[in-house]
């Protein structure tokens, strides 16, 4: 079973130390609302202490042979497989997402990860060069995580940064650091030198500080798209690198002649994977209308038979919203969505006391000018929207401030290729939907941010030409 500290202090190089603020703050269960432990503030004296010990640690990390920083990479992958069950319990317990996506999404995919990047390490000389030039590390990053997928997202970054020779300061989400903190076991067992990866919990303020520190070189983010408009400002005429993934509405289109019943299949996990809190989300609905009323009938018989829950038992579907916070932000444009004249459907579902819940909604008669249809929700409330030819679905898809993910379903190959070239969309799966691949790069277009995690191009923001 996991074992959780009542306290986290600071990994600093190599070592916890207690926070220069002298303050500690709760992290909780959202499924019962009982704090779990309690974790560090960082404030800027932490960060500056932080990003010493990461350039200290620079020159040897980055001059080690590649082959022997693989070898670090892939004892990180193994170990977290070695150990992905308490990395799983930890993670559902802080976050409130069902033990089954954490155990076979989440973990594994965070080592598959380390394990892809892994495999760069030593062929980035040869893969990467370019004449007159070696590929070296950017130096110092700050990566600052979001709640949703904490774990992997950690991964997604420490991965290729940590494969190319920079040092980092990671700070998670204030709401869900302990699988984070938990890591530090695996970094140091698989090798990892004192001061090349730091962890620092706090909240934005610390985000902040870290970004406007001097000594980082390349800010990593993923998060709200607010927040992230707020780091690209400050950050202008610094010379710092910025990585931004940030929100989404992600479109997801359904063909006449696409196989219904794996439809719905896609549709539930494009947009209740997670609670719906995923910057990628299938939120949009767009459907041929033919097929309207059929599709809304098998989407509400389906959702009906979800099982929404303790996120520890294991045939738990929906899992807690993650916090106090969110629930009101998702009731708000169940508000909203009502008061402009959307028809609001949602699983029958009896919450419990305590934690926080929201079944699986669904809103039709939706206009594109509808707040629901336009800001990203960010859980389990799908919009629904129809269209009558391919153009329209299109016109409608990329009629959006965002640009991250979409979804195609439709039995024929070609229209797959045609529509897939037009959708505005960092990624587009066709008859499936938020499937992962560390192989496979990941990021936006617009308001989605920019730059790449993931694949080969997820190694380029964290090369400098030397
Ligand atoms: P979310 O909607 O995922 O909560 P946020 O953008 O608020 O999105 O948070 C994502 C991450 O960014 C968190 O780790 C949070 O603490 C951090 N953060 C929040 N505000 C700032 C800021 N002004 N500067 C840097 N990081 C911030």
Request: glycine share 10%.
């Amino acid at each position: 079973m996991v074992q959780i500290k009542d306290r986290y202090r600071l990994y600093i190089g190599g070592e916890w130390v207690a926070p220069s603020t002298r303050q500690y703050f709760p992290t909780y269960d959202p499924s019962t609302e009982e704090t779990l432990a309690e974790v560090a503030k960082a404030g800027p004296r932490d960060i500056d202490k932080a990003v010493r010990a990461a350039r200290r640690a620079l020159p040897a990390w980055a001059g080690m042979k590649g082959a022997a920083r693989a070898r670090v990479l892939f004892a990180i992958a193994r170990i977290l497989q070695e150990r992905a069950r308490e990395f799983a319990i930890l993670e559902t317990l802080d976050n409130g997402k069902p033990i089954r996506e954490s155990r076979d999404i989440d973990i594994p995919l965070a080592a598959a990860h380390f394990f892809y990047y892994a495999g760069w390490t030593d062929k980035l000389e040869y893969a990467l060069r370019e004449p007159g030039h070696k590929p070296a590390p950017v130096g110092v990053c700050g990566q600052i995580i979001p709640w949703n997928f904490p774990l992997l997202m950690a991964a997604w970054k420490l991965a290729p940064a940590l494969a190319c020779g920079n040092t980092v300061v990671l700070k998670p989400a204030e709401t869900s650091p302990l699988t984070c903190l938990l890591l530090v076991e695996v970094l140091e067992e698989a090798g990892v030198p004192p001061g090349v990866v730091n962890i620092l919990t706090g909240a934005g303020e610390t985000g902040a500080a870290l970004v406007a520190h001097e000594g980082v070189d390349k800010i990593a983010f993923t998060g709200s798209t607010e927040v992230g408009k707020a780091i690209q400002a400050k950050i202008a005429g610094t010379g710092k690198r910025l990585t931004l993934e940030l929100g989404g509405k992600g479109a997801h289109l359904v063909f006449e002649d696409a196989a219904l019943d794996q439809a719905v299949e896609g549709i539930v996990r494009g947009i209740f994977f997670n609670q719906g809190q995923v910057c990628c989300a299938g939120s949009r609905l767009l459907v041929e209308e033919s097929i309207e009323n059929t599709l809304l009938e098998l989407l509400k018989r389906r959702l009906s038979t979800l099982r929404i829950g303790a996120p520890l038992d294991k045939n738990t579907d929906l899992g807690a919203i993650h916090s106090k916070e969110q629930m009101t932000r998702v009731r708000s444009y169940l508000e909203s969505g009502q008061d402009e004249g959307a028809v609001l459907w949602q699983a029958f579902f009896e919450a419990p006391k305590k934690g926080f819940w929201c079944p699986p909604c669904l809103f039709s008669k939706v206009t594109p000018s509808m707040k629901i249809a336009r800001e990203e929700i960010f859980g389990p409330v799908l919009t629904i929207q129809t269209f009558r030819t391919p153009q329209e679905a299109i016109a409608l898809a990329n009629n959006s401030n965002y640009g991250l993910s979409a979804g195609v379903w439709t039995d024929k190959g070609s229209k797959i290729f045609a529509l897939s070239k037009q959708l505005r969309a960092g990624v587009v799966w066709a008859n499936t939907f938020n499937q992962f691949d560390p192989a496979s790069p990941f990021g936006g277009y617009k308001e989605s941010g920019f730059g790449r995690e993931g694949g080969l191009h997820g190694l380029l923001p964290y090369l400098a030409r030397r």
